[in-house]
């Protein structure tokens, strides 16, 4: 049982080991947006803003308003209202009237074949005119210059396409604990540094804010090939990869900054959709998932207090590192450093919210996203 426990333990450590190098040498490659001088007026090309909208009158309002805000000469915003059911398409209209930069479309049913998000988006586009596109959500908040650096970096590195890693906005401690164990998990699960290499199969796209040369997304298919992928963002950047389109990553930090979730509870219901179509809908898949999760980040923990000798090193090594790279997330999220200490239990939280979504999703036979129910067996066949 020694020998059992060492091999195990040494393995994960050298997993470890191996998993820290690499984070710590890709993310000193991805460049960050405010080293990036702004564009100047006669360098900016003309830009269009799109986003989905629905029953989004409470958040939308504030988003909406750093949208038009923005401090660049040329762009348009175009707002999608989704068979909203709230205030959402009379709160657009209004601020439409207002302002000739923002067009507002309405959607009144949804065609058969297509998720609500995919499809707006779709829309969105017809309706668009500019050369560079970014598509957003209709919760998230711009600095004024983030156009202008972004389209400076994005051409200063022959990018096509241009996703940015923002900060969060976090207000409970559960929504801490989630979301610093979700921004770990995330780098080490995508690897956003080999996004830019074109030898590799990496790619990256996050909904909050992706820059795409319109003859890019128009090369990649536009969303009519995303039209039945629930992780609509993300497989927007492998498209644009598997296109040939040349992708990159950047830290917005707070130049983009999204309150995802409510509290603990509204991140856990609000994930039920994408956690088993992230895993393609897989059972094994999901299933290795949440193994893995349990063995690299609650195993050690478990086995330091019991473990003597060699395993209580490697188990040292398997605990201490993420405990390291967790504090680097809180610190860039603006939290505690404190919160490190709780990834074990982001770790547990997260192995839930997995299976949740599983078997929600399977018991439901599909998933239930902006007030439409979408089959199981549409889903598998839409996966990108």
Request: a positive charge; charged letters at 20%; glycine letters at 10%.
């Amino acid at each position: 049982m020694h020998i059992l426990w060492t091999v195990l333990l040494g393995l994960i450590a050298f997993g470890w080991i191996a998993a820290a190098i690499e984070m710590a040498l890709g993310l000193s490659t991805i460049p960050w947006l405010k080293n990036t001088a702004p564009l100047e007026d006669s360098c900016c090309p003309p830009i269009s803003v799109l986003f989905a909208a629905r029953d989004e009158a409470e958040k939308m309002p504030e988003a909406l308003g750093t949208f038009l805000a923005l401090d660049y000469p040329r762009y348009e915003v175009i707002a999608v209202d989704d068979r909203s059911e709230d205030g959402t398409g009379p709160i657009v209209e209004a601020a439409a009237r207002k302002d000739p930069r923002l067009k507002c479309v309405r959607v009144d049913s949804l065609p058969a074949g297509w998720l609500g998000k995919p499809h707006a988006l779709q829309k969105a586009y017809e309706h668009s005119s500019g050369e560079w596109i970014v598509f957003t959500d209709a919760d998230v908040h711009f600095e004024p210059d983030l156009l202008r650096r972004s389209v400076a970096l994005a051409e200063e590195k022959g990018w096509e396409h241009l996703t940015l890693l923002g900060a969060p906005k976090l207000f409970t401690p559960g929504e801490k604990i989630v979301m610093i164990f979700f921004g770990l998990g995330f780098t080490m699960n995508t690897r956003p540094w080999t996004t830019s290499n074109p030898r590799s199969s990496g790619y990256m796209g996050v909904g909050a804010f992706q820059l795409i040369r319109r003859s890019a997304y128009e090369k990649m298919g536009t969303h009519r090939r995303l039209a039945m992928e629930v992780i609509d963002d993300m497989k927007l950047g492998k498209l644009a990869k598997e296109s040939g389109v040349r992708s990159g990553v950047a830290m917005g930090g707070n130049a983009v900054s999204v309150h995802w979730h409510a509290g603990l509870a509204n991140t856990i219901r609000g994930t039920t959709k994408n956690f088993f179509a992230a895993a393609g809908y897989k059972l094994r898949l999901a299933a290795l998932q949440i193994f893995g999760l349990l063995v690299m980040f609650v195993l050690p923990v478990a086995a330091l207090p019991l473990a003597h000798g060699w395993p209580r090193v490697f188990a040292l090594i398997a605990v201490g590192l993420p405990l390291i790279a967790a504090a680097g997330v809180a610190i860039g999220f603006g939290a505690s450093p404190l919160y490190a200490l709780t990834y074990p239990v982001g770790a547990l939280i997260f192995a839930w919210m997995l299976l949740r979504s599983t078997i929600v999703t399977l018991r439901q036979g599909g998933v239930i996203w902006r007030g439409t129910f979408y089959p199981l067996d549409e889903l598998k066949r839409g996966v990108v």
